[in-house]
């Protein structure tokens, strides 16, 4: 059953998001895809680039930021394929006039972490992300991460039940072309779909419906927060934290400080781009 028929005019009804909790896993299947499964047994490294007042943040307050979907910049966040679309052609204009409005009124109540997949630092994610001088990456694994989040599940909104976080590498399609053999967890999986011209980012995602979304809601209700606050413990989730290749020195003693303050015994180091090369 594709998610556009088992959700379209019950999204927001309460009862109808799926009862889930804790942490699950998900890849996405598209037709034809090249790649070999992800394997999510591995520690596989992922990266946060970031400014110096968001470190700050996760350290002081010991939380995870998760923004709505809808306050990305990319307007396909949470956009359906064009095959989603033509299955509706059987349905009437109200319908699916009703399954697009709750679709996109979703991106609202959808809240994502993003991360970028790799071994080693990224020029590019520190020219996108980190260009500012006060920048910074921080380094963990998809395995302490997902332990963190296991951890926290039912703490966010206890009164309203645990909260369900879905995790997985995102993948890069033509919206034009492509078909899944798999959405994954309904209805979070279009969240893990993003269009070929990002593939650079390398992301790894986790998202999860807001809280208030399992009481129900109207259809056009929009959440009183953009976005997810998600308790985490910094010395247990971070490996290293790194300091951009475009720092000043003085920059490094600041971070220095702050992470021994925050997150005593957490590394910080200069990024590996600002060792001097020789001839």
Same mark, same amino acid.
């Given at each position: 059953?594709?998610?556009?028929?088992?959700?379209?005019?019950?999204?927001?009804?309460?009862?109808?998001?799926?009862?889930?909790?804790?942490?699950?896993?998900?890849?996405?299947?598209?037709?034809?895809?090249?790649?070999?499964?992800?394997?999510?047994?591995?520690?596989?490294?992922?990266?946060?680039?970031?400014?110096?007042?968001?470190?700050?943040?996760?350290?002081?307050?010991?939380?995870?930021?998760?923004?709505?979907?809808?306050?990305?910049?990319?307007?396909?966040?949470?956009?359906?394929?064009?095959?989603?679309?033509?299955?509706?052609?059987?349905?009437?204009?109200?319908?699916?006039?009703?399954?697009?409005?709750?679709?996109?009124?979703?991106?609202?109540?959808?809240?994502?972490?993003?991360?970028?997949?790799? &071994?080693?630092?990224?020029?590019?994610?520190?020219?996108?992300?980190?260009?500012?001088?006060?920048?910074?990456?921080?380094?963990? %694994?998809?395995?302490?991460?997902?332990?963190?989040?296991?951890?926290?599940? &039912? %703490?966010?909104?206890?009164?309203?039940?645990?909260?369900?976080?879905?995790?997985?590498?995102? %993948?890069?399609?033509?919206?034009?072309?492509? &078909?899944?053999?798999?959405?994954?967890?309904?209805?979070?999986?279009?969240?893990?779909?993003?269009?070929?011209?990002? &593939?650079?980012?390398?992301?790894?995602?986790?998202?999860?419906?807001?809280?208030?979304?399992?009481?129900?809601?109207?259809?056009?209700?929009?959440?009183?927060?953009?976005?997810?606050?998600?308790?985490?413990?910094?010395?247990?989730?971070?490996?290293?934290?790194?300091?951009?290749?475009?720092?000043?020195?003085?920059?490094?003693?600041?971070?220095?400080?702050?992470?021994?303050?925050?997150?005593?015994?957490?590394?910080?180091?200069?990024?590996?781009?600002?060792?001097?090369?020789?001839?």
């Amino acid at each position: 059953m594709s998610m556009v028929n088992k959700y379209e005019s019950r999204l927001f009804a309460k009862g109808d998001v799926p009862p889930l909790s804790g942490v699950s896993e998900l890849e996405l299947v598209p037709d034809a895809d090249p790649r070999p499964a992800f394997d999510h047994s591995d520690p596989h490294p992922i990266w946060r680039y970031t400014g110096f007042p968001k470190l700050i943040s996760l350290l002081a307050t010991q939380t995870l930021w998760f923004p709505a979907a809808s306050s990305l910049e990319d307007p396909f966040e949470g956009a359906s394929l064009d095959a989603d679309v033509a299955r509706r052609s059987s349905s009437s204009v109200d319908e699916v006039a009703a399954t697009e409005a709750a679709f996109r009124t979703l991106r609202h109540w959808a809240a994502v972490s993003c991360w970028y997949l790799s &071994e080693i630092e990224s020029d590019a994610m520190w020219r996108l992300y980190g260009s500012a001088t006060e920048a910074v990456a921080v380094r963990t %694994s998809t395995l302490k991460l997902k332990d963190e989040l296991t951890r926290h599940t &039912e %703490s966010v909104a206890p009164e309203q039940g645990p909260l369900a976080f879905v995790m997985g590498p995102v %993948s890069y399609v033509d919206f034009r072309t492509t &078909e899944l053999v798999s959405y994954g967890t309904d209805p979070l999986g279009r969240y893990f779909l993003k269009r070929r011209a990002f &593939e650079a980012e390398r992301e790894y995602r986790v998202a999860v419906l807001m809280p208030a979304l399992y009481q129900g809601i109207e259809q056009d209700t929009l959440p009183d927060v953009p976005g997810v606050t998600v308790p985490i413990r910094p010395a247990e989730l971070i490996d290293e934290v790194v300091v951009s290749p475009f720092a000043p020195r003085w920059f490094r003693d600041v971070v220095d400080r702050a992470v021994e303050a925050f997150a005593p015994g957490v590394r910080v180091r200069a990024s590996e781009l600002s060792t001097t090369p020789r001839y």
